[in-house]
């Protein structure tokens, strides 16, 4: 196995979807999100689905346990000589602790981690306007960076709608639960040093060709 990984953590609506999608358009990195698999396993109703539901729905954390088979799955069943990018995983210190022992047993290469940084107000603003497509998975914003016709996705024509943890309040609670597991999380990798801090304030494109210029240093 010859696995290689980088790591994009961040406050709920730091922009870690969006970047991402940018850069596997231009990299051979493969973009894999926990949240974008938990909710495919709600959407199809599966064990684990049902299980992380109630959880995901009330703005809490999926327990270290259902989100570690999710990714371990990932990995096992997919390519062995991959370039993966985890985006909102590993999320508390239990978590990448256990990716760290996997990639030991594994012989696989954790390269960097990318703190995407946002204030509260820039990551509530981001989460409450954001808009995702039914069909096809595409992200938007409503003033940021709207589609052309309102509710109508533009890449597929799917029906625009609102995450149901995109509500005001389950923000709060996402964005203080993500201010108490992050301080032990951001220490590990600053220890190891592979913490890169980015300021997640700017232009999507400019944050993912920055990480990408990192790539090759560190590939
Ligand atoms: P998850 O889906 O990972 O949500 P999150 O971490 O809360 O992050 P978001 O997806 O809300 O934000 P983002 O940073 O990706 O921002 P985005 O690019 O979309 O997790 C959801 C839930 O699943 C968790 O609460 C938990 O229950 C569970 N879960 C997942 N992983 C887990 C784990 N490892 N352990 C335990 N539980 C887990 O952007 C947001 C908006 O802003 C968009 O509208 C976008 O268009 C806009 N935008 C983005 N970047 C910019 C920019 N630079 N400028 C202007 N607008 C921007």
Redo the contacts with the bound molecule.
């Keep these: 196995m010859s696995i290689e990984a980088i790591v994009l953590i961040?406050v709920?609506?730091?922009?870690?979807?969006?970047v991402a999608d940018i850069i596997e358009m231009s990299t051979n990195y493969i973009h894999l999100?926990?949240?974008?698999i938990?909710r495919q396993s709600i959407k199809q109703q599966t064990p684990l689905g049902i299980e992380a539901q109630t959880?995901?729905q009330d703005?809490?954390?999926?327990p270290d346990n259902i989100?570690l088979k999710v990714v371990m799955e990932h990995l096992d069943t997919g390519h062995k000589h991959a370039h993966y990018m985890f985006?909102?995983?590993?999320?508390?210190l239990a978590?990448a602790e256990l990716l760290n022992s996997y990639f030991e047993r594994s012989k696989a290469r954790l390269n960097n981690v990318f703190l995407l940084e946002v204030p509260k107000e820039v990551s509530v603003s981001?989460?409450t306007?954001?808009r995702i497509c039914r069909k096809c998975g595409a992200?938007?914003?409503i003033h940021?960076?709207p589609p052309k016709t309102e509710g109508i996705c533009d890449r597929c024509g799917g029906e625009l709608y609102q995450r149901s943890?995109d509500r005001k309040e389950t923000i709060i609670r996402?964005l203080q639960i993500f201010q108490k597991e992050s301080t032990d999380l951001v220490s590990y990798y600053e220890r190891q040093e592979i913490l890169v801090k980015m300021d997640?304030s700017?232009?999507?494109q400019k944050?993912a060709s920055s990480i990408i210029n990192l790539l090759p240093k560190i590939g």
């Design positions: 961040g709920p609506g730091a922009g870690k979807g969006t999100s926990t949240g974008d938990l959880y995901m703005g809490r954390l999926v989100v985006d909102g995983f590993p999320r508390t978590q981001r989460l306007g954001r992200n938007f914003h940021n960076m943890d996402r997640s700017k232009a999507p944050i």
